[in-house]
């Protein structure tokens, strides 16, 4: 189970209040901080009787997980707007902002993209007259850290995602699992508290997508991010997340908020469950049918 945030604890010896004082009552408990809100958030393409609607009314909070992060899948059928949701929550146009309702991020309304919110998209959006080293620093570039810094973080990062010794080769030299791990070195090196992650693994073969997945773990553990991953896999949604949100699509909308247990074993162990196997199922039919939630899921609780 994911560790759930701890109230602060309450001093040890309370003063004591004297004769004829109101004894203070104690403290609230403290509500961990909101990183996101999706307040009613529609989303329409289009104006007039043409205007086509992407997502309809779409609400949830994440709080942060204080010296943790979490990883919040998002899942759903083609075309029920998991794009959407996600480019709203970078800042991106032409899906920022929406149509009505509020998008935050860490207490203000989003006004567009930011270096607090990284994004991993399917096309892995490399530079190709640039090295692996460069595309990995260009980020760095832009905020004005200086040439030799830049050099010694892209040769860590090249190295904590296993491209060491092919820092000076060009993206049209790299398998595809190559350039998505240039393109993830390439967001993390900059920190970003959100990770947003758009099919990322999608185009890549099960043995490197499986890689792919556990070197994600360990390195957004190690940031201690919080991540948004969208997939069409039922299998990565549970392996992977500690939250899943589920849409409809017709109108693109969020049907399912679950909250899954987290147990720290490596993913060949997971699938042996009995019960990831049947969330992962039920999970799918669910998605196929555009099921509404209804009732318990295996293993899952209600998002609180
Ligand atoms: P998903 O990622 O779940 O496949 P999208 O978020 O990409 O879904 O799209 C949701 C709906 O919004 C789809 O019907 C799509 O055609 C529409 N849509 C997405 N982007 C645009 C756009 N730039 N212009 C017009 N319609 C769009
Ligand atoms: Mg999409």
């Avoid at 929406?98 to 993209?113: C, L, N």
């Avoid at 099960?206 to 991540?227: D, G, H």
Wanted: net charge neutral; with cysteine.
């Amino acid at each position: 189970m994911p560790e759930e945030p701890k109230p602060t604890p309450t001093p040890a010896a309370e003063a004591v209040p004297a004769a004829g004082q109101a004894k203070p009552s104690p403290p609230a408990p403290v509500e961990p901080a909101e990183l996101v809100r999706f307040e009613k958030v529609t989303k329409s393409f289009g104006t007039g009787p043409a205007a086509k609607v992407a997502v309809q009314d779409v609400s949830f909070v994440v709080h942060d997980q204080p010296n943790s992060g979490e990883l919040i899948a998002i899942v759903g059928p083609s075309g029920c707007g998991k794009s959407t949701v996600l480019r709203m929550l970078a800042g991106l146009l032409p899906h920022h902002p929406p149509t009505t309702g509020e998008v935050w991020a860490f207490g203000k309304r989003i006004a567009g993209p930011s270096a607090e919110r990284g994004m991993v998209d399917q096309k892995y959006s490399l530079m190709p007259h640039l090295t692996v080293a460069d595309n990995i620093a260009f980020g760095l570039k832009l905020r004005g850290v200086a040439g030799s810094e830049r050099r010694d973080r892209a040769h860590d990062w090249a190295k904590k995602v296993g491209l060491e010794g092919s820092e000076d080769k060009y993206p049209s030299e790299l398998s595809g699992g190559m350039q998505q791990r240039v393109s993830i070195a390439a967001t993390l090196i900059l920190e970003p508290k959100i990770l947003l992650m758009d099919e990322p693994f999608g185009a890549l073969d099960p043995k490197i997508r499986m890689q792919m997945q556990e070197l994600l773990v360990k390195l957004w553990r190690e940031q201690q991010s919080t991540v948004f991953l969208v997939t069409h896999s039922m299998e990565e949604a549970v392996y992977l997340g500690d939250r899943v949100l589920r849409m409809a699509a017709k109108p693109g909308r969020l049907v399912e908020k679950l909250h899954l247990p987290r147990p720290d074993e490596p993913p060949d162990a997971m699938r042996q469950h009995s019960w990831f196997n049947e969330l992962t199922q039920e999970l799918l039919r669910r998605l196929e049918t555009d099921a509404p939630a209804s009732g318990e899921l295996p293993g899952s609780e209600k998002w609180r």
